[in-house]
């Protein structure tokens, strides 16, 4: 079955350094690989996909994201954190093996930016 | 706008009562999606639907029901059958036959008394 990993339940990193969430993901086929970001009480907000291509990904807002097929890895950059960044922040893969389309997603990360 | 629109923001129910969440969308995407959201569990699906009239249980179904009448609508009912129905709840829409990302509603939080 398709799965993504969010190993990082909480990062912290001050104001104006390089943030990275990590994300690991099992897919059979080629992934569809996509961040979200969430604030509290709001839905989810789409930041960036990975379908093919380049291995680096930009989105919103700054950041990136860099594919890595063999770590199967999709993990979330910024070169410059914000304390407006702080926030929930989700990978997930699109699966098709039950011959529908569907949206799995990690457990969140969620990422403190201190001043 | 194009939009997904998820009422009410808030929702209280007593034990016993069934409720329905509103999830209506105007960017003609044929696939939508409910999917529950708890403390440290991430999004966990309910139900999709690639189609009118058509719907597919996801990983929690039990004590939720669905309907797909209409391509822009899409209401989940929480009925109490549900043990523990208090959660933040997400609709969500996407493309069924590109590869675009989903997009999300607001959201509507239900609280049982």
């Known amino acids: 079955a398709q799965s993504v990993a969010q190993p990082e339940d909480q990062v912290n990193v001050a104001e104006g350094n390089p943030l990275t969430v990590k994300c690991t993901y099992s897919v059979s086929g080629n992934p569809y690989l996509f961040w979200y970001v969430q604030y509290p009480n709001r839905g989810l907000q789409f930041l960036l996909k990975y379908i093919t291509g380049d291995n680096l990904v930009k989105g919103s807002y700054g950041f990136e994201a860099e594919f890595n097929k063999s770590q199967t890895s999709f993990h979330l950059k910024k070169p410059s954190a914000l304390v407006s960044d702080s926030a929930l922040y989700f990978c997930?893969?699109?699966?098709?093996?039950?011959?529908?389309?569907?949206?799995?997603f990690g457990t969140g990360t969620r990422l403190k930016v201190l001043a | 706008d194009g939009g997904i629109t998820q009422s009410p923001k808030y929702l209280f129910r007593k034990e016993g009562q069934n409720v329905t969440l509103s999830c209506e969308q105007n960017l003609n995407h044929d696939a939508m999606y409910w999917y529950r959201q708890d403390p440290g569990q991430g999004l966990r699906l309910i139900y999709y639907?690639?189609?009118?009239?058509?719907?597919q249980k996801g990983d929690i179904a039990e004590g939720y029901s669905v309907s797909r009448e209409k391509k822009e609508s899409f209401p989940l009912t929480v009925t109490s059958a549900q043990k523990n129905p208090t959660a933040f709840y997400l609709c969500a829409c996407s493309g069924t036959y590109d590869t675009g990302e989903l997009f999300f509603g607001e959201g509507s939080r239900l609280t049982v008394l």
């Open positions: 997930a893969v699109r699966d098709f093996t039950s011959g529908t389309y569907k949206y799995i």
């Open positions: 639907s690639q189609i009118v009239n058509d719907f």
